[in-house]
């Protein structure tokens, strides 16, 4: 009872040793895993084990030379099985050595060792403690010699059997302990060695060894399923050397041999160099396909007059097949229909209406065919032009389902016809709320060629002399006539507009001129300060239905002038006087002449449209292109 | 010429006719140790062989999945196998150095070596329930238990038919103690279980070791030949 509950408290001890601690000098640590400096004080340098019966340990006194006589320093020991520690059973002292033997041996259980030196001074480290089985390092292989089992056919390589025995001290015969083996070997002259596969048998087959070199080998073995490797045994060498007479013609054989191809080779390539080139190295056939030339690309637009009212346009390009000749359907041009609007935005902007074609049939152009209708070409404009028109319904709206379906409650045209128009509205002088009436319609015009359209297309019923080109109405009197009520409202609206619009569309409301201006001085105009017109209904001036497109100049204040005469392109006289009479609503620029007319076809009389209950505006996009106005295509321009 | 034959063949039967008793391995036997009833008829030599290639593998498997474990747990400093400091192995009154071994008589140590199977029945199965509930065990060492636990019994069922079978003793009742050595209900926190875990793996190991070299021994002791001390 005694000795078991002295057990248990040496197993108490034991477990409450500190094996949580950091790795500390033990001999164990130190040696094997963690390479720390040598500890000042007196410590265990090593404890081994060869044949797991039996183990030593080393100590050093460290830096106490005075502990390093013999029998300074005293060796303690403790096990679970002990109950105290217990003095080294044997020591050597020469090697500062104590031998546990196969009495004082027990396996599988914990041991500590300790030091003391005089005085009971202990020097004792946690990490000095062991299982004797975990020591075990097994002495090297003995008898280890070595036997050729072949060579290869070319005599350039042989393989070797090696053998050996088991170290007498470690007892594998009775199974005591299990041993694996490792064999090492290297070539003369390299410092690596190079490390075969653990061996369980006492032999073992090295391949591949080259003829005439010397081999080392060397062998040592630790216990199975452990970590720690015995010494190495003492090296043997290895060397087979060659028979000359074997490998010196087969050598000579394949020189000349191959130096016979290859002399044969270069012949058949120097006199087949040709035909070998073509075989290898064929020509690679030019190309065939003639891509297009860009220049050819090139078209420009020709306006011919073909009479007082009739143009055509024809595009010229390098290639015929880009000359489209423009006839009903709309103008010819580059494929896109963006570049269409561009171009013939161009040509719209710089169409000269002759004047003595125009001063001729002033008057009877008035009426009908003979007018030279253009349709609105846009105006430079500059930064806000507003262009109002009196009514809505007063617009010589050409559209095909405005000006029927016009809806004085509708809010959005104007500011549907701003965003018809290039840029948007700026200042906010776009009034949606009088908007029936008064349809203020402010561009940005990035180009200064643009036109500035009230519509979308609308008739020309007379041209100046001076070069304007007089709009009608055309459905707007129709309207106008029907509906009385609405000439109210657009003169309601009128009161809504803003402060310089309202100026200029009292001073203007009379004037409805379209402007015509010549290429040359179409910049001229976008600078020009023209005075923004206003189209109110046209009851103070009856049968006036038309409207009068001003060019707008550059500058963003519409109130600039109200007098249309400083411009120099501007108002023919007395436009007032002159009642045009109706013409269609909208009208087809079918050519271009090169005076820069345009050829209008005679705009048939139809009744517009059913009136579709979506705005107008909304489809515009669908219209063909050769209703495209000029403003149209100054919104598009660049 | 006719009866040389014969009488050659008589001969070989008659040299060859232990052989025939001790080379019979029934069918019933050739695969599992257990079975004490049915296996009584695999050669006491067979059986050994069978029993320290059982143990083997159990040390083998053992040390692996202790080395895995290590490797996946355990941080560097606090290792078992680079620190040996005594950690607390439940320790049986059973020989442990050389010499007490090579004195002890087959008895002892056939049943020191049943003793040691039986004490690791129990916490094996703990080992497994506390491997199950870990997070991230990895499947090797889960495996590897249970493997061992398996075999573990059946080296138990093994030994005891060698200590019938040479010591001529009755068939041991293979009652365990029925005192539980482990908590089961209870979970201690992870660190507490790792490190429990670990020494655990790391005890068996050092046991499986000491069974397969006392099965050796006595394997020496049996055939005789050298000198086994």
Known sequence: MAALSSNLLLLLLMSSLDWLSTPGNG??????????????????????SRDQATFQCWWSPGNFHNLSSPGALRLFYINSLASEWKECPKYVHPNRECFFDNNHTSIWIPYCMQLRGQNNVTYYNEEDCFRVENIVRPDPP??????????????????????????????????????????????????????????????????????????????RCRMRSFVRFGEFSDPIFIQVISSKGSTFPLTLVLVFGITGVLILVMLIVSSQQRRLMMILLPPVPAPKIKGIDPELLKWHTIIHRRGPDKFQLENKGKLDDLNFSSTGGGLGGPPTYATDFYQDELWVEFIEVDAEDAGTGEKEDNQGSDTQRLLDVPQPISHHMNIGFSNAVSFPDSDSGRASCYDPDVPDQDTLMATLLPGQPEDGEVKTSPAPERLLIRTQTAGPQTWFNTDFYAQVSNVMPTGGVVLSPGQQLRIQESTSGTEEEPQQGKEHKGSEDSE????????????????????????????????????????????????????????????????????????????????????VVQELNSQHSLLLNPPPRQSPPACRPQHPLKALPSMPVGYITPDLLGSLSP | MHLVSVMRRCVWAVLLWPNLLTSSVPLDCRQEQGGVSRCSSISQEKLLDRVIQHAE????????????YEETFIPLPLQFQRNQAGYSCRTLPIPSSRSEVQQISDKWLLHSVLMLVQSWLEPLVYLQTSLDRYD??????????????????????????????????????????????????????????????YTLLSCFKKDAHKMEAFLKLLKCRQTEIYNCS
């Open chain 2, 57 to 68: 593998l159990i040390y083998r498997v053992s040390e692996e999945s202790c080395s895995l």
């Open chain 2, 136 to 197: 991230a065990a990895p499947e090797v060492i889960i495996n590897k238990t249970k493997w061992v636990s398996e075999k573990l019994i059946s080296l138990e069922q093994g030994v005891v038919v060698l200590i019938k079978e040479m010591l001529d003793e009755g068939l041991l009742n293979l009652n365990h103690s029925e005192e539980a050595l482990f908590q089961y209900d209870v979970q201690p926190e992870m660190v507490e279980s790792v490190m429990k875990d």
């Open chain 1, 142 to 219: 003995v008898s280890l010699n070595w036997t050729l089992l072949n060579i290869s056919p070319s005599g350039l390589n042989y393989d070797v059997m090696v053998n050996w025995e088991a170290p007498p001290s470690a007892d594998v015969k009775t199974g005591w302990m299990r041993i694996e083996y490792e064999i090492q070997y290297r070539a003369g002259n390299t410092t690596k060695w190079d490390a075969l596969e653990m061996q369980r048998q006492t032999q073992q087959t090295i391949f591949g060894l080259h003829v005439g070199k010397e081999y080392e080998v060397h062998i």
């Open chain 1, 27 to 48: 001999f164990f640590m130190a040696r094997h895993d963690v390479t720390s400096p040598a500890p000042p004080e007196p410590h265990i340098t090593e404890c081994i």
């Open chain 1, 504 to 587: 200029e569309e009292k001073e203007k409301e009379e004037q409805f001129q379209l402007l015509v201006v010549d290429p040359e001085g179409g910049r001229q105009a976008a600078e020009s300060n023209t005075p923004q017109m206003f189209a109110p209904p046209s009851s103070p001036i009856p049968g006036e239905g038309y409207q009068t497109i001003l060019p707008q100049p550059a500058e963003t204040e519409p109130a600039a002038t109200a007098e249309d005469g400083q411009s120099p392109y501007i108002l023919p006289d007395s436009p007032q006087s002159q009642v045009f009479a109706r013409v269609a609503d909208y009208t």
